[in-house]
């Protein structure tokens, strides 16, 4: 059996981070994570995050490299991340509580759910840190 991909998005503009704070599960409602969502069978990670971010948040997006290395979720799912850029839509939390633009010096302050945190030092580096 293969791997379940969950791909997430690190929307930048400029010196800023988009972050979308979760309404469920009832143990993750609050927190805080880069939007995303599982890649389906036959489609590629950047077709997916493509996909997921504009049902999730209206946007359109050109996908950039990866971040960070791969979170092992489960045994048998692993969460990867990618730089995006918004090329179009208008932002909307449409699958979340709510979306905040966040700051290089703000990354460590956010309530990450469990997995995302792995991120922390990579995003910092591409907020420039």
Do not use: C
Not at 81 to 86: E, F, L
Request: charged share 25%; proline share 3%; net charge negative.
């Amino acid at each position: 059996m293969s791997n379940q991909i969950v791909v997430a998005g690190a929307l930048i503009n400029e010196d800023l981070l988009l972050v979308a704070q979760r309404d469920r599960p009832a143990e993750l409602a609050g927190l805080w994570e880069l939007p995303g969502g599982k890649v389906a069978a036959g489609e590629t990670d950047e077709a997916a995050l493509a996909r997921e971010l504009h049902e999730e948040l209206g946007v359109v997006v050109d996908i950039g490299a990866r971040i960070g290395d791969d979170v092992a979720l489960t045994a048998t799912t692993v969460l990867r991340a990618y730089r995006v850029t918004q090329t179009g839509g208008t932002l909307h939390p449409n699958d979340h509580r709510a979306l905040r633009w966040i700051s290089f010096d703000e990354l460590d302050g956010v309530a990450w759910v469990p997995a995302d945190r792995a991120w922390v030092a990579a995003l910092r580096r591409e907020l420039g840190g």
